[in-house]
């Protein structure tokens, strides 16, 4: 892939807005679990507003995956990230993953564009799966509604058209991994299924950086998957945010997932 | 520019840029009792683990405390205050806050009213008769609020909760009364890194007192930089007590003192920011 203005790598950062809908889809559910919950406010509390800072100071564009049941409940929050230049996407409405059919999934979708639509505008054209579930039926669903990228796939340190049947189709695939997810190093819990083994802010960053600057080599990309609720503590949004400066000058070109669609459809011909 | 809250706004006391808490969950045994049920039977080897709280770690804590000349909170069920009296004397006589943690760090789901109260009622009877006064503060063992658990709290009195997640700054629930929230988070508790059992539910984890250390001193940092901010170490006698590592909670302290800390109990901590906060930011509490 030859990126724009000679820039060696497309770096996407990108944040699941899961807040307590996370907590909601663990375990008995949480719902009488208060400090469980107050985790997944902190999302909106205290993550949210300190990566948006963050991102203004390096004038940076990202992309949210919010789930529709965030949006609605904190509509305000959508708003000003649209404010200030961000993507709002597409991740299910109360972060639930989907199997029990087409059908099911397409009115869920339906529900949650409408959602973020009335707050926001505009159509979500991407998608990235609560828990990365995706099914044979999914790539259909996101041509016929409209999407122009979906986030899921784990196989690929590029993007690529996605093809039905052999066809092609206007739908480019922006792969992401656990290794560029940030719950792999931060998100520690005691309650079922549980979750140990707390990495460092610098341990996470670094492992980041060797990947970052190998795959700058090969001029591919990095989507990342990051949960404002762990990664907005004060010193990993301080250890994101040396990352970030050190990608600028190592030739990073950052963009929204929407922006970078729209350039690898074009570089396509489609 | 962000329009979006980032802090409470709080101004420190004479120059400091952040309010540091040393806090204790004087757990013992208890811990690994109510995290396997009341019911089960606690083997030998998770009962004498917690023992180490009490027969080691608490003499190293309250030494630290001592040479480094600085108060702290120990939140302490009432069971152990019962066992080890001449303690929870010795935490008072050395201007040392003791806080609610549970008759028997009870950390069931959906505790009945009635249920919670009578641990209420038991606890702070004990800890009022050993260190002259009721407890203010409540921490939620295992961090499990219960439905009632606030309004409780109002009624008996006390001044503050410190068991919620959702901020880094402390707060009012309500405008103008208390209770007043210090929070507190995973990072900044010595049972995310140094508790270890094999027995279901186990916690297999091993970190050195350097990689610990760095992560603290750098949320230390990151926070006392916003200026507004709370840090609220939440530790255990039974994990941080070992030789080495209350060595490595001296080297934590010189190092926030140097940095500008104001370093309090929690009651102080909650009084001060009650009287300076106008506004309440709790949930349906």
Known sequence: MIWPENKRIAIMMAFDVDGETLWFQRGDGNRDHLTNLSRGWYDTRQGLPRILRMLEEHEIKATFFVPAYMAETYPEHVREIVRLGHEIAYHGYLHEECSSGASEEAAIMEKSERIIREITGKQVIGHRSPGGAIQDYSLELFLKRGYIYSSNWRNNDGPFIHNIEGKQIPLVELPKDSIFDDTAYDMHTEDPPPRHNL???????????????????????????????????????????????YMKREGAWFETNENVARYVLQQNGL | MVRMKNGGGIVWPKGTRI???????????????????????LIFADWSRGMYGPDEGFERCFRVLKEHQIPATFFVPGKIAEEYPDHIRRLAAAGHEVGYHGYLHESRKGMSREEELECMVKSEQILQELTG????????????????????????????????????????????????????????DDYTYFYYSLVTPSHRVAYTNDYVLDIWKEEFDALAAEKDKVYCLKLHPQMIGRASR?????????????????IATCKDVAQYVLNHTTVGEGDQL
């Open chain 2, 133 to 188: 006064s009721a407890p203010v503060g409540h921490r939620a063992p295992f961090g499990v609020l219960q439905k009632s658990s606030f309004q409780l709290m109002r009624e008996r009195g006390y001044l503050y909760s410190s068991s919620m997640k959702d901020r880094d700054w402390a707060y009012l629930h309500e405008a103008g009364r208390p209770i007043v929230e210090i929070p507190n988070e995973m990072t900044n």
């Open chain 2, 19 to 41: 309010a540091v808490m040393i806090t204790f969950d004087y757990d013992a045994w208890l811990l690994r009792q109510s995290r396997i049920g009341e019911n089960t039977p």
């Open chain 2, 246 to 262: 209350i060595k490595m909670l001296g080297e934590l302290i010189d190092y926030m003192r140097f940095k500008g800390a104001w």
């Open chain 1, 199 to 245: 990495r460092s802010a610098k341990e996470m960053v670094q492992v980041w950086k060797d990947e970052f600057d190998a795959l700058a080599a090969e001029g591919r990309m990095i989507n990342f998957v990051l949960h404002p609720q762990f990664i907005g503590r004060p010193s990993r949004v301080k250890a994101l945010s040396d990352l970030i400066s």
